[in-house]
């Protein structure tokens, strides 16, 4: 089975912290995502990474960076934490390289809930 | 750029009842994937079944079916004989082949009451 694991089920962070959120997949899956979910607005994606070093934004990269030294792992950094930033925030991981069939898939792991006061 | 809308927010059903939530989408793409994932409380996201534009036939996965109409763009999930397991946050997703985003919808919190 897929596993994803992120470090932390629940973070509390001070404002202006810089706050790492990290996420370790155990597939040797190509591709990895960083989405924050919030209530009535569902999964947004922040950033993705489709091989070590390489990174794209996503929709909301704004106060946000990311980090992909290994294949296995994908870090989601808040250079300076905010209130609005509070959230629930989800990686995942895929196979392959977008092509039809059952690459596509996406496995996500338990999700980190942050809470910035 | 493509959306995803889930238009309930929540529904409830008894158990064994029959139940199917909605997913439109927008997209000028001809072929593309549509998902449905479930997200179970305190638990992590799985996919429930997923759906090839090219494809005609409806998927299907046990008690998890489609009804995927192209044309109106509309995507719905039926759950049949629906037990409390089913209980969860349901999110319809929209891939474009090679892009490897989803685009998701803002996601539907199904409770199955015993």
């Known amino acids: 089975d897929v596993k994803v694991t992120q470090s932390s089920r629940y973070l509390v962070k001070r404002t202006g912290e810089k706050v790492f959120l990290e996420c370790v997949q155990d597939m040797d899956h190509e591709n990895m995502f960083w989405y924050r979910q919030d209530p009535g607005l569902g999964l947004r994606l922040i950033y993705f990474s489709y091989d070590v070093k390489m990174k794209e934004k996503g929709d909301i990269p704004e106060g946000y960076s990311v980090s992909r030294e290994k294949k296995e792992r994908f870090s989601l950094i808040l250079e300076s934490a905010s209130t609005n930033q509070t959230s629930m925030y989800l990686c995942?991981?895929?196979?392959?390289?977008?092509?039809?069939?059952?690459?596509?898939?996406?496995?996500f792991g338990p999700g980190t809930r942050l809470t910035v006061t | 750029a493509q959306t995803v809308t889930q238009s309930q927010p929540e529904m409830s059903v008894q158990e064994a009842e029959t139940v199917t939530l909605s997913c439109t989408y927008d997209?000028?793409?001809?072929?593309?994937?549509l998902f449905w994932y479930k997200q179970p409380p305190s638990r992590q996201m799985i996919l429930v079944i997923r759906q090839e534009a090219y494809k005609q036939q409806n998927a299907t996965e046990n008690r998890f079916s489609v009804n995927f109409q192209k044309a109106a763009k509309s995507f719905s999930l039926k759950i049949s004989d629906s037990q409390l397991g089913d209980t969860a946050m349901y999110f319809c997703?929209?891939?474009?082949?090679?892009?490897?985003?989803?685009?998701f919808g803002q996601g539907t919190r199904l409770t199955i009451n015993p």
């Open positions: 997703a929209f891939m474009k082949p090679g892009a490897q985003k989803l685009v």
């Open positions: 997209t000028s793409e001809n072929n593309y994937y």
């Open positions: 995942a991981s895929s196979p392959g390289t977008g092509g039809l069939g059952p690459l596509v898939e996406q496995y």
